[in-house]
Every structure is written in structure tokens, then in C-alpha cells.
């Protein structure tokens, strides 16, 4: 008969066994895992992540109630401009419709003012004014990211220079402030208002010297000739990249109507 001898295993050998299998406590091994845990499944729309360079980031908003210019400068912590009169680009914009804010006819409006162009022009009438460069238009939405900003009127100082005058009535300033009607505005409307003969001495006349001294501000001027470059520049650019895309297209229609017609095959009847 033969007998199963019981394997003899050196000591070495049963130090990593018992090291793999886990330690002794209490009479019972415990089993140690070997090896990483269980993975976690990809995530299958990683491909469509946006890397982190290629995001878009939005600006962060400014303070409103920040970055505030004060005229003259030598009144910057002593002057009270809480009962001061607003004045926006869009009062004096003859691009913008009556319904978007713009408060004088258009031919005596000018095209795309800004509040630097308002600053300048209230320095040259020598009218106190704080500058809000981050205030916003609350009817023309396109305003505040295209062209915010506002500028605070002392109509008391332009009284004194003659500027304004004072009802003699109410001893109120003439504002001309009245909401104009929300309604579209059409061609007859615009033309009423052009052949309108407004000679009032209220708020809408220092609008409209505004808008005169403003027309020949060299500023401005510099500032529409460098527009008016970038824009014909912009031109030339997207007329080029268009002949380019032409040509291309033309090179490849005719180097396939050339190739296609060496590979074409003879029709006629098979030979026997």
C-alpha cells in the first residue's frame, strides 16, 4: 500500500504563505486582498468635456457705485451731487429711437456718443458733472455692454452760466423730462420731429449744444477714423479669405473632372 506523506514545506516557504494568506488571530486566518481595488467605470462623456484653456470666462461685473469722475477735481470729496440730472449717451445717439432713449430730433443728434465725449463737452461749458462710468440704461439693454455709462448734470451751475433757465412759474427747471410715447416710431413721426422747431431753453437745449460740441470733438474724430480702419481692414480680411476658399474649390472641381474622365471605361459589347 502506498501512503500520502504529508509535504514537507521549509520554513521560508510557509512565512509567505502565511504572509499571502493574511495573519492568525484568534485560530482564524484572515484573508488579505492582493492587489488594487475595484476601479471605478470612465466616465463615457469625458470626451466631451471643454478643456479648461478653451472655456469661455465672462468678465467679472464692476461695481456700479465705483470708479466715479468728479469735475472739477479739486471738488472730488466735497461736492453733493445727489440732486445732479442724469444725462446717457442715448439722449444725444442718432442712431437710437425715441422708444430707446434718445431725447432731441436726430438731425440735431450725434452718432454714438460716449459719456468721455459728454466729460468733454460739459468741461468746454464749464458745468460741474460726475462721470458714472459703469451705471447702465435701463431701456436699451445693448447700452450697458456696448456703450455704458452716464453723467451727472449740476443744472443749477449751468443756470448760472446761462446755459438753463428756470420756469417762471414753478421756479423749476425746464427738463423736458416727459416719458416720450413707447409706440414705434415711422417716418412721418421722425419727420415731424426733424421739422419740430424746438428753441426751448430747458434741459433739451443743453442736450442739443452738447451734441454740437461733441460733433467736433478731435477725439471723437480720432476715435471714428481708427473704427472706420479696423472695419475696412475686417473687410479686406474676410474678402481674401473668401477668394481663397474660391480658388480652392475651384482647383478641386477641376482636378476631379480631369482625373475621372482617364479612368473611365470604353461601353461596347464584350468579345466572344
Not at 446717457?88 to 432713449?101: A, E, H, I, Q, R
Given at each position: 500500500?502506498?501512503?500520502?506523506?504529508?509535504?514537507?514545506?521549509?520554513?521560508?516557504?510557509?512565512?509567505?504563505?502565511?504572509?499571502?494568506m493574511g495573519k492568525k488571530s484568534g485560530g482564524r486566518v484572515r484573508v488579505k486582498q492582493m492587489g488594487g481595488g475595484a476601479?471605478?467605470?470612465?466616465?463615457?462623456?469625458?470626451?466631451l468635456a471643454i478643456p479648461s484653456d478653451e472655456m469661455i470666462h465672462l468678465p467679472t461685473k464692476p461695481d456700479s457705485n465705483?470708479?466715479?469722475?468728479?469735475?472739477?477735481?479739486?471738488?472730488?470729496?466735497?461736492?453733493?451731487?445727489?440732486?445732479?440730472?442724469?444725462?446717457?449717451?442715448?439722449?444725444?445717439?442718432?442712431?437710437?429711437?425715441?422708444?430707446?432713449?434718445?431725447?432731441?430730433?436726430?438731425?440735431?443728434?450725434?452718432?454714438?456718443?460716449?459719456?468721455?465725449?459728454?466729460?468733454?463737452?460739459?468741461?468746454?461749458?464749464?458745468?460741474?458733472?460726475?462721470?458714472?462710468?459703469?451705471?447702465?440704461?435701463?431701456?436699451?439693454?445693448?447700452?450697458?455692454?456696448?456703450?455704458?455709462?452716464?453723467?451727472?448734470?449740476?443744472?443749477?451751475?449751468?443756470?448760472?452760466?446761462?446755459?438753463?433757465?428756470?420756469?417762471?412759474?414753478?421756479?423749476?427747471?425746464?427738463?423736458?423730462?416727459?416719458?416720450?410715447?413707447?409706440?414705434?416710431?415711422?417716418?412721418?413721426?421722425?419727420?415731424?420731429?426733424?421739422?419740430?422747431?424746438?428753441?426751448?431753453?430747458?434741459?433739451?437745449?443743453?442736450?442739443?449744444?452738447?451734441?454740437?460740441?461733441?460733433?467736433?470733438?478731435?477725439?471723437?474724430?480720432?476715435?471714428?477714423?481708427?473704427?472706420?480702419?479696423?472695419?475696412?481692414?475686417?473687410?479686406?480680411?474676410?474678402?481674401?479669405?473668401?477668394?481663397?476658399?474660391?480658388?480652392?474649390?475651384?482647383?478641386?472641381?477641376?482636378?476631379?473632372?480631369?482625373?475621372?474622365?482617364?479612368?473611365?471605361?470604353?461601353?461596347?459589347?464584350?468579345?466572344?
Amino acid at each position: 500500500h502506498t501512503f500520502c506523506q504529508p509535504l514537507s514545506l521549509s520554513a521560508s516557504r510557509r512565512n509567505s504563505i502565511s504572509a499571502t494568506m493574511g495573519k492568525k488571530s484568534g485560530g482564524r486566518v484572515r484573508v488579505k486582498q492582493m492587489g488594487g481595488g475595484a476601479k471605478m467605470p470612465p466616465n463615457p462623456l469625458a470626451d466631451l468635456a471643454i478643456p479648461s484653456d478653451e472655456m469661455i470666462h465672462l468678465p467679472t461685473k464692476p461695481d456700479s457705485n465705483a470708479g466715479f469722475l468728479i469735475w472739477p477735481m479739486s471738488e472730488t470729496f466735497t461736492m453733493t451731487y445727489k440732486n445732479f440730472s442724469a444725462v446717457y449717451p442715448n439722449y444725444v445717439d442718432s442712431t437710437k429711437t425715441v422708444k430707446l432713449g434718445r431725447r432731441i430730433a436726430a438731425k440735431d443728434a450725434v452718432p454714438e456718443p460716449t459719456i468721455q465725449d459728454i466729460h468733454e463737452a460739459l468741461i468746454s461749458l464749464d458745468v460741474r458733472h460726475v462721470v458714472q462710468p459703469h451705471k447702465g440704461y435701463s431701456r436699451d439693454a445693448c447700452s450697458r455692454w456696448d456703450n455704458p455709462g452716464r453723467v451727472l448734470v449740476d443744472l443749477e451751475g449751468a443756470v448760472a452760466i446761462g446755459i438753463l433757465e428756470m420756469s417762471a412759474s414753478t421756479g423749476a427747471f425746464d427738463l423736458d423730462d416727459a416719458i416720450p410715447d413707447m409706440g414705434d416710431c415711422n417716418i412721418a413721426d421722425n419727420n415731424k420731429e426733424n421739422n419740430k422747431d424746438e428753441t426751448g431753453r430747458g434741459k433739451k437745449q443743453l442736450l442739443r449744444q452738447l451734441a454740437r460740441i461733441i460733433r467736433d470733438l478731435p477725439n471723437r474724430q480720432k476715435r471714428l477714423d481708427e473704427k472706420a480702419r479696423l472695419l475696412e481692414e475686417e473687410k479686406l480680411k474676410v474678402a481674401k479669405e473668401a477668394d481663397k476658399v474660391a480658388a480652392t474649390k475651384t482647383k478641386i472641381g477641376g482636378g476631379t473632372s480631369g482625373g475621372g474622365g482617364g479612368n473611365r471605361k470604353k461601353k461596347g459589347k464584350k468579345k466572344k
